[in-house]
């Protein structure tokens, strides 16, 4: 790929916006599809550090059949620094959910 303009590289970042479901990977500008993502959703640092402190990935650690509750106790004491909410956990479950199904909807009738 050539090298673009600043004005060029902005120009194309706005066109595949526009298109929607296209992204960058982190601090690169290398363009990533749906299809090429690791996983359907967004991860958050605190995903991501959860992650790496507990060596699973996060729809192991929050999509592993307890409470929300219960769930957000056990993290709490595995990390001290950062706290993780119930309703933190609540959406992170319903974005994860969320993202398996999308596959699954029903096409739309033209």
């Known amino acids: 790929m050539s090298k673009l303009t600043k004005q060029e590289q902005l120009m194309r970042d706005n066109m595949l ?3 929607g479901g296209i992204s960058f990977e982190p601090n690169t500008r290398n363009v990533v599809t ?3 993502a690791k996983t359907k959703f967004h991860k958050t640092t605190k ?4 992650e790496l402190k507990l060596h699973k990935p996060i729809q ?3 999509c592993n059949g307890k ?4 769930l957000e106790a ?13 309703t933190t956990i ?6 994860i959910n969320e993202s398996f199904w999308k596959d ?3 096409p739309t009738k033209e």
């Open 17 to 19: 916006k526009k298109r």
């Open 90 to 95: 609540s959406k992170w479950r319903v974005m």
């Open 104 to 106: 699954f909807k029903e």
């Open 47 to 50: 995903m991501r550090f959860l």
């Open 67 to 70: 409470s929300i509750y219960d």
């Open 34 to 36: 749906p299809d090429e």
């Open 60 to 62: 192991e650690i929050i």
């Open 74 to 86: 056990e993290l709490n004491k595995l990390i001290f620094p950062e706290k993780v909410d119930v």
